[in-house]
């Protein structure tokens, strides 16, 4: 409704609607979190149709843990935003249209309207994206053309499952697919599909120039809840089809790609010279992270499954999960703190901000924590989810993702090192750099810290995220 009124009646009183609109769809986020875990998972059936007739919102605890992590993350942009951030006058709109995209992503019940909700997500991404001016138009134009050819693969995935099962209800469809090939290709196809979205290795060309190129105000939405969107997806439609012969295989598949990510993309974020492509390919590699959850849960689902399989599973569902939602966080501070510097040097490359985290020791701190936390750190959120993943590892006798575990997090430290080396050694430049918003550097602040003290508090997320699913049970 935001969105739309702002469209209409223009930008005089876009901020203030836009952060309205912004805080109270985020106060529903939260009602919604909450009552799941007060209450169990929600569904709603629209209409008082019944499904396979009529559509169905859902919320388990996964759902209600993203919802927060997009009203969280979503606020403080918009805040950071508000003091003249923004690109164009078409920022607000198109970020409420985006934030409605990414919660109808999560609460969807049906593959239609996942695929109708992942594409208003690609439209506001895209066309937020082009904002950012002539240079952004290339990366924009990319994007969109992979995002609507995982859209068709996707589209066709869904189209073979209604045909064998006669339903487009995720859970219905799930228990309705017969083992056979068909079920593999559907898997296969999704997971395709969501990788291409997702920018998994070696299909991740398009994210560092469109995640880089995107204004101060967008590089965090883009990388800390785009990128979810589909992934969530992925998994949604993966714990359904998980039992398919042959998932074990795709599995340890995407867990090599995520593997060749890690390095890959840390490898390059030590050679970038400026300080927003250094965070893109961060993310590029801190995807890979996600992918392994998949050979790690699938045997857990397995006929002749034991009770390590199962346990090992549900460490699995956590660490990565965890990962997920610590990566929205650290990285949202990450991209907002390259905003903030960029707000004050007018430049993000690196030989340009020597000395900047003497003069804004804030953003440097801000910088750092979030750094550690995405090395998977003590005691931060992202330590959790590589103990708990770690221990996935063991249990199902997979011991060679710790190493990718333990590598990738000495990647992470070494080019968030660098990074940190060149903002504190020398003060070239910034006398005559104008100050930085007060509002900028806080922003940045309060997500780097949310992102180490949610390791302390973890064990409430971690019985949030097993509401629902479908490895539920005592911890």
Aim: charged share 10%; glycine share 10%.
């Amino acid at each position: 409704m935001g969105g739309a009124v702002l469209a209409v009646f223009g930008p005089r009183t876009a901020t203030y609607v836009g952060l309205s609109g912004t805080g109270l769809t985020a106060a529903g986020s939260i009602v919604v979190a909450v009552a799941v875990a007060l209450d169990g998972p929600l569904r709603l059936t629209l209409g008082g149709w019944t499904v396979p007739l009529g559509i169905a919102l859902r919320a388990d605890g996964f759902a209600a843990a993203m919802l927060v992590l997009t009203a969280v993350v979503g606020t403080v942009v918009a805040v950071f935003a508000a003091p003249g951030a923004t690109p164009s006058r078409w920022y607000w709109p198109l970020w409420l249209i985006l934030l409605a995209g990414l919660n109808a992503v999560q609460v969807a019940g049906d593959l239609f309207n996942t695929y109708v909700a992942l594409e208003l997500v690609t439209v506001g991404a895209v066309a937020l994206i082009a904002l950012s001016g002539r240079d952004a138009l290339r990366p924009a134009l990319r994007y969109l053309f992979v995002a609507v050819l995982g859209s068709f693969g996707f589209l066709v995935a869904v189209a073979l499952l209604y045909a064998r099962t006669g339903t487009l209800d995720i859970a219905q469809a799930g228990v309705r697919m017969p083992d056979d090939a068909p079920a593999l290709v559907v898997l296969g196809l999704v997971a395709v599909s969501m990788a291409v979205k997702t920018a998994l290795f070696p299909l991740h060309a398009w994210l560092p120039p469109a995640h880089a190129g995107a204004a101060a105000a967008v590089s965090p939405l883009m990388s800390a809840l785009v990128i979810k969107a589909s992934f969530t997806v992925l998994v949604r439609v993966w714990v359904e089809l998980a039992d398919t012969a042959g998932a074990q295989v795709l599995a340890v598949f995407l867990g090599a790609l995520g593997t060749a990510a890690v390095c890959w993309g840390g490898m390059l974020a030590l050679r970038q010279t400026r300080l927003k492509h250094v965070v893109a390919y961060s993310t590029v590699a801190q995807v890979g992270y996600f992918f392994l959850l998949f050979p790690l849960l699938t045997p857990a689902f397995a006929a002749d499954a034991g009770t390590a399989a199962i346990d090992a599973a549900r460490h699995a569902w956590h660490g990565a999960l965890i990962l997920l939602l610590a990566h929205g966080v650290a990285k949202a501070a990450m991209f907002l703190t390259a905003g903030a510097l960029m707000a004050g040097y007018r430049t993000d490359r690196l030989y340009a901000l020597r000395g900047s985290g003497t003069r804004f020791p804030m953003l440097a701190f801000a910088f750092a924590a979030a750094a550690v936390s995405l090395a998977g750190l003590p005691p931060t959120f992202g330590f959790i989810g590589k103990w708990e993943t770690l221990w996935a590892a063991l249990g199902t006798g997979q011991w060679w993702w710790i190493a990718v575990l333990l590598f990738g997090g000495l990647l992470t430290v070494a080019y968030s090192a660098r990074v940190l080396t060149v903002m504190l050694r020398g003060d070239v430049g910034s006398e005559s750099a104008p100050p930085i918003p007060a509002s900028m550097r806080w922003t940045a602040l309060v997500l780097a810290v949310l992102a180490v003290l949610l390791g302390l508090a973890a064990l409430p997320i971690l019985e949030l995220l097993d509401v629902g699913s479908a490895l539920e049970g005592p911890p």
